[in-house]
């Protein structure tokens, strides 16, 4: 059974105040709870019958030993979710502190910035593309959404615990950094025609206003991603996780064609 305090407490870290006054975030469903566990260790747990059985082996009473684990109904679960459609588990985790800075990462590895980038799937997915592509930190200017917040943990499928992902002043930290500073740009290199560095930033904008100015002015590469064809009649922009994924996926195929 699960507390009224305890639901109330779940409930109020869909609020970034409320997650760095607790200094914890919340993780929904079996498969992303799982992916945390695998590297973290639990404040709370709130699970079904089902969950907790398929789980005996993890000795989760000792694992999320600061608050425990309630065994709860679906009704209670249901009460206590941030999700339209609840998923067996509700956990609670406690917000890392990320460390290094900008210039330092990307001196000696490549590293994704987020230039205000605002929607919460969006963000949770390009940390899940960092974790794929091999990428351990990503720098966020203030004004990017809290990765954080329930959307997106939940878009991050469990990357948040294996990606640092830092919250800066843009401007100053890369006036700090001597790395290549890469931007997608409309009048850009051509992706593919460019060489890529295995160090060094990439810059992803705003999903409506792109890159800002004064960070643009910042960056000493500017890449294009080339519609095919051409000359064909075409949407004005990509997504800016989609774009990550392509511009990511070209800077560890060069890498690994250099050998």
């Known amino acids: 059974m699960i507390s009224k305090n305890r639901i109330k407490l779940i409930r109020s870290l869909e609020r970034k105040k409320e997650r760095i006054e607790h200094q914890l975030f919340v993780a929904e469903g079996p498969r992303l709870v799982d992916e945390l566990l695998a590297s973290c260790r639990p404040v709370y747990v709130a699970a079904t019958r089902r969950w907790l059985d398929e789980h005996r082996g993890l000795r989760l009473h000792e694992m999320a030993g600061v608050s425990g684990i309630d065994e709860v109904t679906d009704a209670e679960l249901e009460r206590a979710s941030l999700l339209r459609s ?3 588990v509700v956990a609670l985790f406690a917000l890392p502190h990320s460390s290094g800075s900008l210039g330092e990462v990307a001196a000696r ?3 994704l910035v987020l230039d205000g980038v605002q929607d919460p799937g969006n963000v949770g997915t390009i940390v899940r593309l960092a974790d794929w592509f091999g990428i351990a930190h990503v720098f966020c200017s203030h004004e990017t959404c809290d990765i954080f917040s329930p959307k997106a943990v939940q878009a991050t499928m469990g990357a948040v615990a294996r990606v640092q992902v830092h919250y800066v002043d843009i401007v100053e930290a890369l006036q700090r950094c001597d ?3 890469y931007v997608t740009h409309l009048h850009g290199t051509d992706l593919y025609k460019e060489t890529l560095t295995t160090h060094g930033v990439i810059v992803m904008g705003n999903e409506g206003k792109g890159v800002s100015d004064a960070v643009s002015e910042l960056a000493n590469r500017r890449l294009l991603i080339p519609p095919f064809p051409a000359d064909r009649q075409k949407v004005e922009s990509l997504n800016v996780a989609i774009a990550t994924a392509v ?8 890498a690994v064609c250099r050998g």
């Open 86 to 88: 609840p998923q067996q």
């Open 109 to 111: 590895e490549l590293c």
């Open 179 to 181: 790395a290549p500073i």
């Open 247 to 254: 511009v990511c996926s070209e800077f560890r195929r060069q």
